[in-house]
């Protein structure tokens, strides 16, 4: 099985990544890696970091001549910060030291991990637990499955997202956005991301992409901050991955994790989840037929692609929910841990809102996880053997 762990913080030199259990074969380059990293930076409303910060991994090991190699891939991603940033990052966060000529940090942000992580790891000062905490981890994170999603391209399996909605701006009516993303999906859901990457905010709709803009400009203005919801689509996955028999490895709960693994996401939706709960069930399971070919179809896909924690053919739908930015730039009311006094909040360079930045790192934890029910059902040493052995499978 895939696995994967990152390493670094926010402000300190680089970010690591190792990625263990990749077959053989699996065509891969640093541009491959770089692309979806620049995708990562996408969306109105970032804050001033992405304006130096430019990612470009560096593989160190587990490839050769632009094919995995079955060891273990160990890439770096240097932070910009670390070197450009005139705020004293290389300080705060020194490897060496007793960092007493440092300020320490002692107002926890409402909202961040601030609190409960030096309550818990028992600093006297929140850097430790800002840096590592950081939404910058994620970066290393689209890197490590960006090569997940290299093994399911071989098999025809895409992976995109658009934005559905920014604070309070986006589709009136879920049918609308069905009828412009099933189009996009006839051809795969890269297609999703050919028009989605478009646009400022990654809406499929160029009016709403306006009037979201709008709202992020009148949101910082007033010094606050946005969530949202996007949508995550897969296509081309074959049906019987993931399983009902054990409750860990059925797939909506992993997708599930997947989603709420990433930073500020609060909710997860597969298919019509909420919908559907306001729905008799004639209008919610799709019905199944046999097409020409003798193929199980469904006629609709509320589901969002799996029935009993298993792919059922069509594509899978997930939707993430994410709260806004806790980092504002009006202060918040808060408590100075050394002193115990009411205090408001420090600000921390942010983004007004970064829904669409998070669309595509949701892209590369869902990918992860269909790749991995993925080897699990067609598990062998080298691209060449899976290929076989699917091949196979579906004759």
Not at 44 to 59: M, S, T
Not at 225 to 242: A, K, R
Not at 368 to 392: C, G, P, Q, T, Y
């Amino acid at each position: 099985m895939l696995r994967y762990l990152t390493a670094g913080e926010s402000h300190g030199e680089a970010l690591i990544g190792i990625v263990e259990g990749m077959p053989a074969g699996v065509p891969l380059t640093e541009e491959i890696i770089n692309y979806h990293l620049a995708r990562r930076w996408l969306g109105f409303g970032r804050g001033g970091r992405a304006k130096f910060e430019q990612d470009q991994v560096h593989i160190y090991s587990g490839v050769r001549f632009s094919k995995t190699i079955a060891s273990p891939i160990a890439m770096r991603l240097d932070n910009a910060a670390y070197t450009r940033d005139k705020s004293g990052w290389p300080e705060v966060m020194a490897l060496d030291g007793d960092g007493k000529r440092i300020d320490k940090i002692t107002l926890p942000r409402p909202g961040h991990a601030d609190l409960e992580g030096v309550r818990k790891y028992g600093f006297d000062d929140i850097r430790p637990v800002i840096d590592r905490a950081s939404a910058r981890e994620t970066a290393m994170r689209v890197a490590c499955c960006t090569i997940a999603r290299q093994l399911l391209k071989q098999f025809g399996i895409e992976v995109g997202s658009h934005v559905v909605q920014i604070g309070k701006v986006g589709w009136g009516n879920h049918q609308d956005w069905y009828t412009k993303r099933d189009a996009l999906l006839s051809s795969g859901a890269e297609a999703l991301n050919d028009v989605a990457d478009q646009s400022q905010v990654r809406m499929l709709d160029s009016e709403l992409s306006s009037a979201c803009v709008e709202h992020i400009q009148e949101v910082k203005r007033s010094g606050d901050s946005l969530g949202g919801i996007y949508e995550v689509v897969v296509t081309g996955v074959p049906p019987g991955l993931g399983t009902y028999v054990h409750w860990d490895r059925r797939l909506g709960g992993q997708l599930a994790q997947a989603i709420l693994s990433i930073q500020a996401q609060k909710g997860v939706e597969i298919g019509d989840g909420i919908a559907n709960t306001a729905r008799p069930g004639s209008q919610v399971h799709d019905e199944i037929y046999l097409n020409e070919a003798g193929d199980y179809r469904r006629r609709s896909n509320h589901a969002g692609g799996l029935e009993g924690g298993m792919t059922n053919g069509m594509p899978i739908i997930v939707r993430g929910y994410m709260k806004p930015i806790p980092t504002l730039i009006k202060p918040l009311e808060t408590v100075d841990m050394a002193t115990g006094e009411t205090q408001p909040t420090r600000y921390e360079r942010s983004d007004v809102t970064s829904v669409p930045a998070a669309s595509t790192v949701a892209e590369a934890t869902v990918a992860w996880v269909i790749a991995n029910a993925f080897l699990e059902k067609h598990s062998a040493d080298s691209l060449d053997e899976m290929l076989d052995h699917f091949e196979r499978a579906s004759r």
